[in-house]
């Protein structure tokens, strides 16, 4: 039953993707829901593990980045470092009002944590969509990251034998984990003719992608650890949370973006 209401949320996810690759304007309306709902389910685990944070204060900050880039704004040419300061003096002005100065630097340090980890970083498929030949470059990472969940997936199940990180994620394997950069590399050649690389050039990009996505995945399956909860949340049947379908993508979106800017020069 867990196995088919995996599929089905995974059916309904590939559907959006496909909208969203055709419809420019979809797919930003997509990812600025994923990151609300993103910075929600992060929120909503810190609190549960006692840390005193303004939830929906954050999440209001976070949803102001992916705005930002739809609509094209850049103050300056450094724009979001300066947003990242300007946001850590109002954190820090917020928590003068409090009377208990207790964890007030535990406090201040996850909610700007989760404003880059889940909005920051989410919102460079965004910039990734806005360069030339976007929808192609968007496929492609989505494809070579995705699909090294999915073999890691399957192929885990199915002869993962060695655990991979047992502290942090116990059903991870070396198996899976070797499954899912093959996997990648198999997406990798698939995109050739968008990406127009030659094989070894699209294996090493797998590869350095992969690797990125499985860290972004260990990375989210340390923090519920740490927060001592099994998924992130309940959206998806089957899978969990937004968090645990987009937190591969987490560090793939921003290393492929830097990479294809300095490509496609």
């Known amino acids: 039953m867990m196995l088919i209401k995996r599929i089905l949320s995974g059916i309904a996810l590939i559907g959006i993707i496909i909208v969203a690759l055709s419809v420019e304007w979809f797919f930003n309306l997509a990812i600025t829901f994923f990151i609300v709902i993103g910075l929600y389910e992060f929120f909503t685990m810190l609190e549960n593990k006692g840390i005193k944070i303004y939830k929906y204060v954050g999440i209001g900050i976070g949803t102001i980045i992916p705005l930002s880039i739809i609509l094209r704004f850049e103050s300056t040419k450094g724009w979001e470092l300066l947003f990242m300061v300007l946001v850590l003096l109002f954190l820090i002005l917020m928590q003068f009002k409090r009377r208990n100065n207790s964890g007030v630097i535990v406090d201040i340090s996850t909610t700007l ?61 070396v198996e899976g984990a070797i499954g899912g950069l093959i996997f990648s590399i198999l997406g990798a050649f698939a995109m050739r003719p968008v990406l127009n690389f030659d094989y070894l050039h699209l294996i090493l990009l797998a590869v350095a992608l992969n690797i990125l996505g499985q860290l972004g995945d260990l990375s989210e399956s340390l923090i519920k650890r740490d927060c001592q909860v099994k998924d992130s949340g309940k959206l998806l049947p089957g899978m969990g949370g937004i968090l645990d379908e987009v937190d591969s993508l987490l560090f793939t979106a921003p290393a492929f973006y830097f990479y294809m800017s300095v490509v496609l020069k």
């Not at 192609?136 to 699909?147: D, F, M, P, R």
């Open 113 to 173: 944590f989760g404003i880059l980890y889940v909005s920051w970083f989410l919102s460079f498929l965004i910039k990734i969509r806005q360069l030339p030949m976007g929808a192609g470059l968007l496929l492609a990472v989505l494809l070579i990251t995705k699909l090294g969940d999915i073999g890691a997936f399957f192929i885990g199940v199915r002869y993962g034998k060695t655990p991979l990180m047992p502290h942090i994620s116990p059903k991870k394997s």
